[in-house]
């Protein structure tokens, strides 16, 4: 099968490798679109030191199984589908919790760091746990589908706060997911959402999908947010970005007794005001990947609750990986989200 290889940093190729034979409890996957995250364009330079070559990357992806390994009772040939990024394994003390996002032997498709390498979805097939996988509904094209790993990281951050009727909240970072989490925050009952980012582009976007305002990221910031939330700050706010601006905009915005969610994690290690945090009260909760949405949001997406079309920059075939990774990485105004679809023509 062709498959887009990572084989040395900043280096993609499209090469021909053997089809994966689906082990017991696996599907195998003829892969219909994979979305590009901003983590594999990150791996893809090697800055984050999760994308060891050679890999395969992708893990934001859907298409049709193609083959079940033994003992696979809940999926056939032929069944659409999409999956979890995370392969957890389902029996430790975390995956009964149903923390499958914490699991201890958690891997990422798409990844190689050190402790595993699990090839990803830039392929024409992937195999993957049937556990990981949900049945996709009719009116979910593929290339929406792709985008559903990102939708249930958006509605888990969201879960670790108590949303309550009328709450106000800000979205730090208007990305992917940033735009995402916007929706979700809607969906779970806030009345108003504010979004910052530094592109006005990504900014108006936002507006199209419903912002109350959105408000270009600068040093006078938090005064504004302040204003625009009667003065004392939201009740919430979820950072989207990972650097030290983005989370002290977050911590900086809420009123006292606030939770600030944390999403971003591009950079190892941030400063915050340490003092406000403790003399305001405020709650910072990590959030990692998602745990058990992706039934919510294969519902909402398909009932048109959450949108992801005007995220959706490009769809394009994966022989074209290497230009799109390359304007990515190039940060090309206005681009979001690109799909690859391994068995488009040229
Ligand atoms: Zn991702
Ligand atoms: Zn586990």
């Not at 979305?35 to 330079?45: A, L």
């Not at 593929?142 to 790993?149: I, K, Q, R």
């Not at 074209?320 to 304007?327: D, K, S, T």
């Amino acid at each position: 099968m062709k498959a887009l290889l990572l084989s040395e940093y900043k280096k993609l190729e499209m090469v021909d490798v053997p089809v994966p034979v689906p082990a017991a409890g696996e599907i195998l996957i003829r892969v219909e679109a994979c979305g590009i995250c901003g983590s594999d364009v990150h791996g893809y330079d090697g800055s984050s030191g999760r994308r060891i070559p050679p890999i395969v990357m992708g893990h934001e992806a859907a298409g049709i199984v193609a083959r079940v390994g033994e003992a696979v009772r809940t999926f056939h040939e032929g069944d659409r589908v999409t999956f979890d990024s995370t392969v957890y394994c389902g029996d430790c003390e975390y995956c009964r919790r149903n923390e499958v996002n914490l699991c201890d032997r958690r891997e990422v498709l798409g990844v190689s760091c050190g402790d595993y390498r699990r090839a990803g979805a830039f392929a024409e097939f992937v195999s993957v746990p049937a556990r990981i996988a949900y049945a996709l509904p009719e009116n979910l094209s593929f290339p929406e589908a792709a985008l559903l790993e990102a939708v249930s990281v958006a509605l888990h951050a969201v879960s670790l706060v108590e949303v309550k009727p009328g709450s106000t909240a800000l979205v730090v970072g208007a990305g992917t997911i940033g735009l995402l989490i916007q929706q979700a925050l809607r969906v779970a009952g806030c009345s108003r959402v504010f979004v910052t980012d530094i592109d006005r582009n990504r900014l108006s976007l936002s507006e199209s999908l419903g912002a109350t305002a959105t408000l270009v990221s600068g040093p006078n910031f938090t005064n504004e947010v302040l204003r625009a939330a009667n003065g004392t700050g939201v009740d919430l706010a979820v950072e989207a970005v990972g650097n030290t601006a983005a989370v002290q905009s977050a911590i900086g915005s809420v009123r006292k007794g606030g939770d600030v969610v944390l999403v971003g994690n591009v950079s190892p290690e941030v400063t915050f005001p340490l003092q406000k945090v403790v003399s305001r009260q405020i709650t910072l909760h990590g959030s990692c990947a998602s745990a058990g949405e992706y039934p919510r949001a294969i519902e909402l997406m398909s009932k048109g609750e959450i949108k992801v079309k005007p995220l959706i920059s490009a769809v394009r075939p994966l022989s074209e990986g290497l230009h799109w990774f390359e304007r990515l990485y190039d940060r090309e105004a206005g681009l979001m989200k690109v799909v690859l679809e391994p068995g488009a023509q040229p």
